[in-house]
Each structure stands twice: as C-alpha cells, then as structure tokens.
C-alpha cells in the first residue's frame, strides 16, 4: 500500500546548526502535509503545513519544502536548540480528513 | 494539550480484561480519532468519528471498539486484550478551527497487558 516514510531513523545535530529532516511520500494523490514533534511523555504537536499547490512554507524557525515531483517532504530547522530534540513525525491527507504518519526521525541535539 | 484530555495516563492490565479508554475535548471539534504508536512504527489510525454516533473504522480496528455519544467524548474499548495491544494511545481531534486537515493530539494513554 501507499504510505509516508522518512528516510532517516535518527538525526544527532550540534546546537546551532541547522537541521534537515526528510520524509519521502508514495501516494501522488496526496493535497496536504503536516510536520508533528512529539517531545517524551507528550502527544504529537503541530509544527508546520503545506498544501500540494506550494513548494515551500516558512514558520518561526522552520521551513517545508515539497517536491512533488519526486515525492519528497523536507523540515527544516534553523539555528537547532536543545529544545528541539524530539521525535518528527510526517503526515499526508490520504484522503478526506484523514492523515497517514511517516515512522518518525528522532533528532538529539548535541551542545 | 490541554484542550484534548486522556484518561487513563497509565494502565497496567491482565490478557483477557476489557478495558476503555476516554477522551475528551473542549475544542468543540466534529471530528475525532484513535490512533496507536508503537515504537518505530509510527502513528496508526485504529478508528474515527466525525460527528456523534458516527463511526469508521481506521487501518487497525480488530479487537477495538469505540463510542462517540456526545461531540466532546470519544472512548476506545479493547474488548478482551491481548500483550500485543501494548502500546500507546492517542486521541486526536480535527475541526474547521484548524487548518485544512491539521489534527490535536492527547497527552497519550500507555496501556500494557501483562
């Protein structure tokens, strides 16, 4: 079946440095994408979204990119920080109203 | 999240037992879900409801059950559980206050069956 991945499990980044975490996606179909963190002991929150119809969304630190063409799905962290360690889930719409999580990359920031 | 509460945090239950877990929300959301987690495996919808009495089931509804008698409650019942439904579990609820498909999660309930 389709579904969301991430090319990588794990991310050890130096304080300061900017982050990259990739998710690749298969379902073409797909109209939106959101990036979850979920700290230890809490429920995923949400970070950033971005519809099919862009190639690129900035927040407060953060930036998506979106490739369609090839289906992958990028998070970008700048100036990481100790409170970004974590565990980042992708999601993509399957379909109306309903989400489908990559595995996750667990980010550890080193100081 | 605040504005989304599980109940139990924590379970420690015997195969075989019947368990429910709750949720509630103050979002005044239509929508709701149950998803589980287990360690490298991500997110995995197990069932959904988008209005009261409303029922779907998600990718991994076997030997779950769920109830939504009132748009800010949601409970997941495992019927008779088995040590493979350990795992954690998140409630998560959507609404036209979010973005276009953006989805609230619970703190999580960790349930183990011994």
């Known amino acids: 079946g389709e579904s969301v991945g991430l090319h990588l499990p794990t991310l050890s980044v130096q304080e300061g440095d900017n982050s990259i975490i990739n998710c690749a996606y298969s379902?073409?179909?797909?109209?939106?994408f959101i990036w979850y963190k979920q700290e230890s002991g809490k429920g995923p929150q949400f970070i950033i979204d971005?519809?099919?119809?862009?190639d690129k969304r900035q927040g407060q630190r953060v930036t998506v990119l979106l490739n369609k063409t090839v289906k992958h799905l990028s998070l970008q962290i700048a100036a990481t920080q100790p409170g970004d360690s974590a565990v980042y889930f992708c999601a993509e719409n399957i379909n109306d109203y309903k989400l489908s999580f990559g595995a996750g990359t667990t980010v550890t920031v080193r100081a | 999240d605040a504005d989304v509460t599980q109940t139990p945090r924590n379970r420690i239950t015997k195969t075989g037992k019947r368990i429910m877990l709750e949720c509630s929300q103050t979002k005044g959301h239509d929508r709701m879900y149950w998803y589980r987690q287990d360690p490298g495996l991500g997110l995995r919808l197990i069932y959904y409801?988008?209005?009261?009495?409303?029922?779907n089931k998600g990718e991994i509804s076997d030997g779950y059950s769920v109830s939504r008698q009132a748009q800010a409650k949601f409970s997941l019942s495992l019927e008779s559980a088995i040590p493979n439904q350990t795992a954690l579990y998140f409630c998560?609820?959507?609404?036209?206050?979010?973005?276009?498909?953006?989805?609230?999660f619970g703190p999580g309930t960790r349930l183990t069956v011994l």
């Open positions: 379902n073409s179909a797909s109209d939106y």
């Open positions: 409801s988008f209005d009261v009495k409303d029922i």
């Open positions: 971005i519809r099919s119809n862009m």
């Open positions: 998560a609820t959507g609404g036209v206050s979010g973005s276009y498909n953006e989805q609230f």
